[in-house]
């Protein structure tokens, strides 16, 4: 028997496409003006300058932590941010007091140097050893613990190339395993190159971790030309002796906050577009590049977005996340507080690279929204941002942990040829920071905010959406 058109599809319902994401004209519009005024916008570069200036290196869990937190929340109420409030983070305290290191032996010479994050102190009057060098981190692994012990393992193949960050995710690995790794071989302390590439005596900090069970122990990085004259001595075939006096170490726990700011959205205010940059920086800079600036334009777009005549549809928030450069603390407890609303989160990004020009596009979303983020792209190329379609975008440092539960992410990558030699040393400082390149960042996040932030649909976000395969 045939069964009418109307009787089969009763009886096999067909499974609806799902709509796509879109943009409207009329916001590609305002975003085009929003763009223009963004480019002669001065307020990134005074929220960078008066935290540098004011507040200056704010290292984790520091006097000066606590007074950057107070700062950033008086300067989000003085911008008129509908809502503004701090949530707890806590983790290890961590302080710099000192540090010092000398070639005792045979060419006796200072060296400049500096303690890692969650470096361990030396003994009083510090300590004195022989140094053992290996090519890698695999070098170390497969040495006989007779090899290692009471001495001061070095590894110096950690040097970056100069364009683009290259090299810095190796180097990485080497800064947080190896003293570690050391430790577990009775190492008396650690020590490796500089992950930088330029050529002067300014080293670069940076945390390194200690696995459970693991004593922690003296570790420091030396600056390149440093780690060059330490690799020459070494090939000469003679023992090298050291000297280490690290005044550092854990004083308890601290707890921090994340401070958050909002700007309301006008129909679906408790959607939002989450961005910001991390509050903290290293002590040895005033934290310019990493990462005042990154809070300055994540600040300031919002700010110019909600200037606006007609805000976006959805909210706005901003996060001065807490102690990044230490373990992502701030980002992960705000992932861990909200995971359970993280689709009320649309899209994220957190400039945490600088403040050069942004260059490139990616995003993470459904497939459905993929047309709402060409027409992102669209109204960015303008600024020179290229698109690369096929490329992952978890948003940034911070909000790594926010996309590993569910968050769609959307990142803006800028060009870190310079970053690199500047972050995590003294010379983190507001001079470095461009005028039109920092406006050039502002411009392209307040595009891409309010674009996401008006768009018709969602982009994907709910929990476990992104999580990472194993």
């Known amino acids: 028997m045939r069964l009418s058109t109307l009787a089969l599809a009763l009886a096999f319902p067909l499974v609806a496409a799902a709509a796509p994401t879109t943009i409207p004209d009329a916001a590609m519009k305002t975003a085009a003006e929003l763009r223009e005024r963004a480019l002669a916008d001065t307020l990134a570069w005074e929220i960078t300058e008066g935290l540098t200036t004011e507040v200056g290196p704010r290292l984790a869990g520091s006097e000066a932590d606590a007074r950057a937190r107070e700062w950033m929340i008086a300067r989000f109420k003085a911008l008129g941010f509908d809502k503004v409030w701090t949530?707890?983070?806590?983790?290890?305290?961590?302080?710099?007091?000192?540090?010092?290191?000398?070639?005792?032996?045979?060419?006796?010479?200072?060296?400049?140097?500096?303690?890692?994050?969650?470096?361990?102190?030396?003994?009083?009057?510090?300590?004195?050893?022989?140094?053992?060098?290996?090519?890698?981190?695999?070098?170390?692994?497969?040495?006989?613990?007779?090899a290692v012990e009471g001495r001061i393992v070095y590894i110096g193949t950690t040097r970056m190339d100069e364009k683009a960050g290259r090299?810095?995710?190796?180097?990485?690995?080497?800064?947080?395993?190896?003293?570690?790794?050391?430790?577990?071989?009775?190492?008396?302390?650690?020590?490796?190159?500089?992950?930088?590439?330029?050529d002067t005596r300014l080293p670069h900090t940076g945390v390194t971790r200690f696995e459970d069970g693991v004593a922690a122990i003296p570790a420091a990085a030396l600056s390149n030309p440093d780690a060059d004259q330490l690799e020459r001595i070494l090939k000469r075939g003679q023992p090298v002796v050291l000297?280490?006096?690290?005044?550092?170490?854990?004083?308890?726990?601290?707890?921090?906050?994340?401070v958050i700011a909002e700007m309301r959205g006008r129909s679906r205010p408790n959607e939002y577009y989450l961005t910001g940059g991390h509050l903290d920086s290293w002590d040895l800079g005033t934290g310019a590049v990493d990462d005042a600036a990154g809070i300055a334009i994540a600040t300031a777009a919002a700010h110019l977005i909600a200037q606006l005549p007609k805000r976006p549809a959805r909210s706005i928030r901003v996060v001065a996340f807490a102690n990044?450069?230490?373990?992502?603390?701030?980002?992960?407890?705000?992932?861990?507080k909200h995971r359970k609303e993280i689709a009320r989160a649309i899209l994220g990004s957190e400039s945490d690279a600088g403040s050069d020009r942004i260059v490139k596009l990616t995003a993470t979303v459904k497939p459905e929204a993929r047309g709402a983020i060409d027409r992102i792209a669209e109204a960015l190329a303008p600024l020179g941002i290229e698109y690369d379609r096929n490329?992952?975008?978890?948003?940034?440092?911070?909000?790594?942990?926010?996309?590993a539960v569910g968050m769609a992410g959307l990142?803006?990558?800028?060009?870190?040829?310079?970053?690199?030699?500047?972050?995590?040393?003294?010379?983190?400082?507001?001079?470095?920071?461009?005028?039109?390149?920092?406006?050039?960042?502002?411009?392209?996040y307040a595009v891409a905010m309010y674009l996401a932030a008006e768009a018709k649909g969602d982009f994907g976000s709910k929990p476990g959406a992104f999580a990472r395969k194993p």
């Open 324 to 336: 990044e450069e230490a373990g992502l603390y701030g980002g992960r407890e705000y992932a861990e």
């Open 391 to 403: 490329a992952p975008g978890a948003g940034g440092s911070d909000l790594s942990a926010v996309h």
């Open 167 to 198: 090299g810095y995710g190796q180097g990485s690995q080497v800064r947080g395993r190896g003293p570690s790794l050391a430790s577990s071989k009775g190492a008396a302390a650690f020590l490796l190159r500089s992950v930088g590439p330029e």
């Open 411 to 444: 990142s803006l990558h800028q060009d870190t040829t310079r970053y690199f030699a500047w972050h995590h040393t003294a010379n983190d400082t507001l001079d470095k920071v461009d005028l039109e390149q920092l406006r050039q960042n502002v411009a392209a």
């Open 87 to 146: 949530e707890p983070v806590t983790y290890p305290k961590w302080v710099r007091r000192s540090e010092h290191a000398e070639i005792v032996s045979p060419f006796p010479q200072p060296l400049a140097l500096t303690a890692l994050g969650y470096s361990a102190a030396t003994p009083d009057g510090g300590l004195r050893a022989e140094v053992v060098a290996f090519e890698s981190l695999e070098a170390l692994q497969a040495a006989a613990r007779e």
């Open 243 to 258: 000297r280490l006096a690290l005044d550092c170490g854990i004083e308890g726990e601290y707890t921090g906050a994340n």
